[in-house]
């Protein structure tokens, strides 16, 4: 089953269908054709047919439509929304070289209580895309993005001025929530500018920002030099400039939304409703409403076997991303003897493989995706993307086995550097076309990247937590070589299985397109 055609952006969703059911069983989520309080067909069989295939065609080919905008346009939304999607990660590492430096401040004698203050953030990094992911499908991306910023700015203002551990705890777990904002939603920005063989490239520049592994570079030279509490003021200095910038520069890109409002204005409020059902369903509680489409990631995580598993294995890469963030202070200052500001050198690896996959990957998952749509006849399919995934997933374990077993053996600090870099390359080059598999796969495409990002973000929480107890008991060589194994099991035999389980699995799912 092939996605939107060209020119059409692929969250718009069928306008013949009702996003949540009226009555009885919640879960399902299309199968409810729109009904009036009557039970009678609330728009008229052939006419209605006629008028929205009209309308749809009227669309593809309206300016307003976000795939229609200039290029300039849509790189400039693509830049803001990737400048506010840097700027959360980068608070969740930042302060990882200074970790040493909080406990000592607070004084913290418990190793797991001074990781927790790291990876309390991505614990309800987790949690906010469950309620923004929805929000950002119902009343439209751009308001949550910046009112996700602006208390984004506010809790890390907290962080900065935390009188003990506690306070501090609390803080960073409301920045967190509130800074999920651009991981809810963000990639499907993307999804709304682009179509589907210019959206590699874009999206690449997205999935940049929030794993290019700058904050811990930064955050070890800060912490060293004039505390570790002013990585927050960088942050928010940072989200300021966001604000400014966005704030009269980043319009709604989601397509429901702009056709809802632009229609409310034309038309009155029980005609605009007839032609966004999606949005303003009829004789429904508001809240009742509310509460069904607060359920769409749950349903997308337990229902969908393609999005359970690419889930598991995004949040696995993830989770070990983490847990070398968490361990690299004591391995370079330990081991190597690097300072706190030259221990944030240490994370430049993972940058660089970031940025060489931004470049040679989403290249690599553009040709790949076209290469295959013109052997089909022009048309393309979600399975074309997972080509790129099995590649990446190939260095994943590369990487983690260079990195554990140079650092076992002691060998020259650039060694486990450079499996850092080719660790990097692997989960960035696998982050893509997941991405990109599933905005292109399912209508409601934030809920559906959400449902990844909780998965993720909860295993990111907790791995730190145990990685310094396992590297004890297994060594950093046998410790990784256990990582590696779960990345071989999970990563490479079932993105084969996708590759040609996928369009039979998507043919027979609701809640695929």
């Known amino acids: ?130 309620l923004l992911a929805p929000l950002s499908e119902m009343y ?39 800074g999920s904002a651009p991981i809810a939603c963000g990639s499907n920005v993307v999804a709304d500018l682009f179509v589907e063989s210019e959206r590699a490239s874009a999206m690449a520049i997205y999935s940049l920002a929030p794993l290019i592994g700058i904050g811990p570079i930064m955050g070890g030279f800060i912490a060293e030099s004039v505390g570790v509490q002013y990585v927050f003021y960088v942050i928010i200095a940072i989200c300021g400039v966001a604000a400014v910038l966005g704030i009269p520069l980043l319009r709604e890109t989601y397509a429901p939304v702009i056709r809802l409002r632009r229609d409310k204005i034309r038309l009155d409020p029980e005609n605009s409703a007839t032609e966004h059902p999606t949005l303003t369903p009829h004789n429904m509680d508001g809240w009742a409403y509310i509460w069904i489409n607060l ?33 690299f202070p004591s391995l370079f200052s330990d081991v190597y003897h690097f300072s706190i500001g030259m221990g944030g050198l240490a994370y430049i690896g993972v940058g660089l493989g970031f940025v060489f996959s931004a470049i040679v990957g989403a290249q690599l998952s553009n040709k790949i995706y076209v290469y295959l749509a013109n052997r089909n006849g022009g048309k393309g399919k979600p399975e074309m993307r997972v080509p790129a995934l099995i590649f990446g997933s190939l260095f994943v374990p590369v990487g983690i086995l260079w990195y554990g077993w140079s650092a076992q053996a002691h060998l020259h600090f650039m060694m486990p550097i450079v499996g850092t870099a080719i660790f990097g390359f692997g989960i960035m080059t696998t982050f893509l076309p997941i991405i990109l598999y599933i905005v292109d796969t399912f209508t409601y495409g934030a809920s559906a990247v959400s ?63």
């Open 451 to 513: 449902a990844t990002y909780v998965s993720r973000s909860l295993l990111g929480f907790a791995f730190p937590l145990f990685g310094e107890q396992m590297f004890a008991a297994l060594g950093y060589g046998g410790g990784n070589s256990l990582l590696a194994g779960l990345a071989i099991v999970i990563g490479i035999p079932f993105s084969v299985w996708i590759y040609y389980a996928g369009e039979r699995i998507r043919a027979n799912s609701p809640l695929a397109r």
């Open 140 to 178: 439209g991306r751009v308001w949550v993005l910046h009112l996700g910023n602006l208390f984004f700015l506010v809790f890390n203002l907290g962080c900065a001025l935390s009188p003990n551990v506690t306070c501090l705890i609390i803080f960073r777990f409301l920045a967190g929530f509130a």
């Open 295 to 327: 359920q769409r990631p749950f349903i997308l995580f337990t229902r969908s076997f393609i999005c359970f598993i690419l889930s598991l294995y995004m949040s696995l890469m993830y989770g070990i991303y983490y847990l070398m963030f968490a361990t």
């Open 1 to 130: 089953m092939s996605g939107p055609p060209p020119g059409t952006a692929s969250s718009v969703t069928s306008l013949t269908q009702v996003s949540v059911q009226l009555e009885g069983d919640t879960n399902d989520l299309h199968s409810l054709p729109l009904t009036g309080s009557d039970g009678g067909s609330a728009i008229q069989g052939d006419k209605v047919e006629d008028k929205i295939e009209l309308k749809e065609d009227d669309w593809e080919h309206d300016p307003v439509n976000p795939i229609n905008w200039s290029p300039a346009r849509k790189w400039i939304a693509t830049s803001l929304v990737s400048l506010y999607t840097f700027v959360t990660p980068l608070a969740s590492s930042i302060m990882a070289p200074g970790l040493p430096d909080v406990a000592i401040k607070y004084g913290i004698t418990n190793p797991t209580v001074t990781a927790l203050t790291l990876s309390i953030f991505l614990l309800s990094f987790a949690l906010g895309p469950l």
